[in-house]
């Protein structure tokens, strides 16, 4: 693997050896010494033409924990944000000796493009691009669930079976689109639930099943419920009429948390919009996963900078021995 | 060089034939023998075409001189067997006004690669609020007969009935860019699975579609002709296709790149393939060709879109949408349509120059490569094979969505007006073709 570009390229030996290094690099949180030797010398820049402190923070962590320079440079005040050319930023990052570029971009495809267009030689990890993907966050996603459902039995396994019910703005999502990959790669039963005007075109063609209302969906007893952040700018764009009637209808209200089983994870990107997408009594429950989730974000980022940076020893065992 | 004689050639792809040209018309045409003083050229092999005619083309001169200018774009024309090219609108000063359409006009007289006619816009700045002085470019020295907002679609409804009444005044046509604007609000590719895949904002086919149906019933109600850009869909086709059984004054063009190209090309996020109506699915590109070879489609136009670099070496929805076409267009036509035995030559010679002058009232194309018609022609190498190159490209602009693509066919001469503006597969040089000119004007 030379870039992360998208989930869906991405096989599932390669995505289960993906978890299965994360898992190592989470064991390594226990030690007293956290930080890995293994980047060291090499440097990763984290290129954020797109304010995302939470994503940007977690790869920071990352890159830090394996002992590479970090450079953080944000498109807001610098000469991106005065019409600096991504071809342009890309040679300027070749030019300071980028190992590994970490790139955050409004637009679909700016990783793909860094990565293919010949103007730079480095890593290209995608940090969400657009309305495609965010393939770091499906890892996450992936990993979570993994853990929470196996534990300590988790390495080595898919998610073979397991039934996620994606419930949102799938239309303008690269956290979904990145999921639904990911997951089917992984064996997972993937549902996806939405109002017709947040599905996208040619979704049949999906290996998913599509809802439109959120209680058939959870009729069929999902192991994990992830809610994705509604923006209610939306609504005056017609995709639906009001808040109000959105979180009435694609809510996770407090009524349809205590109808799920008990051991019904319940997840969310974040940030989260606490009574639209999803009610308080569910974001805090014992199933919540948000906060793990957060956590779980530095293994994963950490075992993607490993495998695509460290070199050719990347088949290495990361940590020196298991634990 | 004059006098021509054109030994041997394959007249509209037929029997092989020769050609006599003197001071710019065909004036004999049979079996001939080389008369003194007379450049004799070799087309044995060659098909004979008569001079390709664009009735799509984007100059950019004035304002866009970055990208292309009027005799950069000609010289690009020339060498893709073109003798006329009809400049879009969408200039810097807009061309809604006859001291522009008649500067442009004037440029192209002067470089001498093409004719060059002004197409004039339908609304004041392309803005879709008021119309145009169509009458005073219509009567103007570049005697303007199509009008169009190209780029931008006369979405008003009616509006576009008045323009359609308005321009049928002055015997011109309105070609109207078919695209709904509040359907394809930031829209970057195709709508379809493959645009949900890859996160671009889909450009849905009704939002062509919607037009096309809403502008034939206008066209049949003020009994005005119609024009329609660049049709794309599989859609458009069976509307358009409906509106002439209707017997609705109705004309359509196609792109090459929509003959060949489709949207799976998007994968890449290479923003050479983006162009506006975007790259469509592959039964879209059948439908087309058919359409195009049972006639419901009347012409092939380039749309040629010259860009910088820099508007296209970016991300895709920050890139210009558009490619260049004019030196590829024929190439494109020959492995789409002519090698899948759609189209023969005589076919091609319609759709890329009968029609086309016709549609834009230009004279002297009615009757191909016939005794008596102005000497406007090209000799194109069928059996020749080529991976395509930026160096194959003659404008200022290198956006093309071919590079490394193995296409057919070379242009190996061209003549405007008795002028070879390409001799041997050579673009000849601007001081050459301005003497040439002047030698046939005044020789």
Redesign the interface.
């Known amino acids: 693997m030379r870039h992360l570009l998208s989930t869906?390229d991405l096989e599932r030996a390669s995505a289960i050896r993906l978890l299965d290094v994360a898992e190592d690099m989470a064991q390594t949180a226990d030690r007293a010494v956290r930080t890995l030797p293994a980047l060291r010398d090499k440097t990763v820049v984290n290129l954020f033409f797109e304010d995302s402190t939470r994503t940007r923070l977690s790869f920071e962590a990352a890159a830090k924990r394996l002992s590479a320079n970090v450079i953080t440079f944000s498109a807001k005040g610098s000469s991106v944000s005065k019409g600096e050319?991504?071809?342009d930023t890309a040679q300027t990052l070749l030019a300071m000796g980028a190992d590994a570029i970490v790139v955050r971009?409004h637009?679909?495809?700016?990783a793909?493009?860094l990565a293919?267009?010949g103007w730079i030689d480095a890593a290209i990890i995608n940090a969400g691009?657009?309305?495609?993907?965010h393939p770091t966050q499906a890892l996450l996603d992936a990993f979570t669930i993994r853990q929470r459902r196996f534990g300590a039995d988790a390495r080595g396994r898919g998610l073979d079976g397991v039934r996620v019910a994606i419930v949102g703005d799938i239309?303008h999502s690269?956290v979904a689109?990145s999921n639904v990959w990911l997951l089917h790669a992984l064996g997972a039963d993937v549902h996806l639930v939405a109002p017709r005007t947040l599905l996208?075109?040619?979704?049949?063609?999906?290996p998913v099943a599509v809802h439109e209302h959120l209680d058939e969906a959870l009729a069929l007893a999902p192991d994990a419920v992830m809610m994705l952040r509604i923006q209610s700018e939306r609504m005056r764009d017609a995709f639906f009429p009001s808040a109000r009637e959105y979180g009435r209808e694609w809510g996770l209200t407090a009524e349809r948390f205590a109808a799920l089983g008990p051991d019904t994870m319940v997840m969310h990107p974040g940030p989260m919009n606490r009574g639209l997408e999803i009610s308080s009594v569910a974001a805090d429950s014992s199933g919540s996963t948000v906060l793990a989730q957060v956590t779980n974000g530095v293994f994963i980022r950490m075992a993607v900078l490993y495998l695509l940076v460290a070199g050719s020893g990347s088949d290495a065992d990361p940590i020196g021995g298991q634990g | 060089m004059t006098a021509l004689l054109i030994r041997g050639a394959a007249l509209l792809g037929g029997a092989p034939a020769d050609l006599r040209v003197r001071q710019g018309v065909i004036v004999d045409r049979g079996s001939l023998s080389a008369e003194a003083g007379e450049r004799v050229i070799d087309a044995e092999g060659l098909v004979a075409l008569p001079g390709l005619v664009d009735l799509h083309t984007h100059l950019r001169e004035p304002g866009g001189e970055a990208s292309e200018t009027v005799l950069t774009g000609t010289r690009a024309a020339a060498a893709g067997g073109f003798t006329v090219v009809h400049a879009m609108a969408n200039t810097t000063p807009v061309a809604d006004t006859a001291g522009v359409v008649e500067q442009v006009h004037r440029l192209g007289q002067r470089a001498g690669y093409a004719d060059v006619r002004p197409v004039g816009a339908v609304t004041v700045g392309l803005a879709g609020e008021q119309l145009a002085e169509i009458g005073a470019m219509a009567r103007s020295a570049a005697r303007v007969r199509v009008f169009s907002d190209d780029g931008h679609c006369v979405h008003d409804p009616l509006l576009m009935r008045r323009a359609l009444e308005y321009v049928a005044t002055f015997d011109g046509v309105v070609a109207q860019h078919a695209q709904e604007p509040r359907l394809t609000v930031g829209a970057?590719m195709n709508?379809?699975?493959?645009?949900?895949?890859?996160?671009?904002?889909?450009w849905?086919a009704v939002a062509e579609e919607a037009i096309i149906a809403r502008d034939v019933l206008l066209a049949e109600h003020v009994g005005a002709r119609l024009h329609i850009c660049h049709l794309s869909t599989a859609g458009s086709v069976d509307i358009v296709r409906w509106a002439k059984a209707r017997g609705i004054a109705v004309t359509a063009e196609v792109t090459p790149h929509h003959l060949l190209l489709t949207e799976e090309l998007a994968r890449?996020?290479?923003a050479r393939f983006k162009v506006n109506p975007p790259l469509r699915r592959d039964e879209d590109v059948h439908a087309l060709r058919a359409a195009l070879a049972d006639g419901t489609i009347d012409i092939v136009a380039t749309d040629h879109a010259p860009h910088p670099v820099?508007a296209k070496?970016?991300?895709?929805?920050?890139a210009a949408f558009g490619m260049v076409g004019l030196e590829s267009a024929l190439s494109v036509v020959q492995q789409a349509v002519v090698e899948t035995g759609l189209l023969d030559w005589a076919a091609v010679a319609r759709a890329m120059s009968t029609a086309p002058a016709a549609i834009g009232r230009v004279e002297g194309y009615d009757e191909p490569l016939a005794e008596g018609s102005p000497a406007n022609l090209t000799l194109v190498d069928p059996a020749h094979r080529r991976s395509w190159a930026v160096s194959d490209l003659r404008g200022r602009s290198t956006n093309t969505p071919y590079t490394a693509r193995e296409l057919p066919g070379r242009i190996v001469t061209t003549v405007h007006r008795g002028v070879l503006t390409v001799d041997g597969g050579e673009l000849l040089g601007p001081e050459a073709v301005i003497a040439a000119h002047q030698e046939v004007d005044h020789g």
Do not use: F, M, V
């Not at chain 1, 637009?107 to 700016?110: L, Q, R, V």
């Not at chain 2, 709508?191 to 889909?202: D, I, R």
């Open positions: 869906r050319s991504l071809k971009h637009d679909s495809g700016a793909h493009r293919n267009a691009d657009g309305t495609h993907e239309l690269r689109r996208p075109h040619g979704i049949d063609t999906w | 970057q709508e379809g699975a493959l645009s949900s895949e890859l996160g671009l904002a889909g849905p890449s996020y290479d820099e070496e970016c991300t895709w929805a920050e």
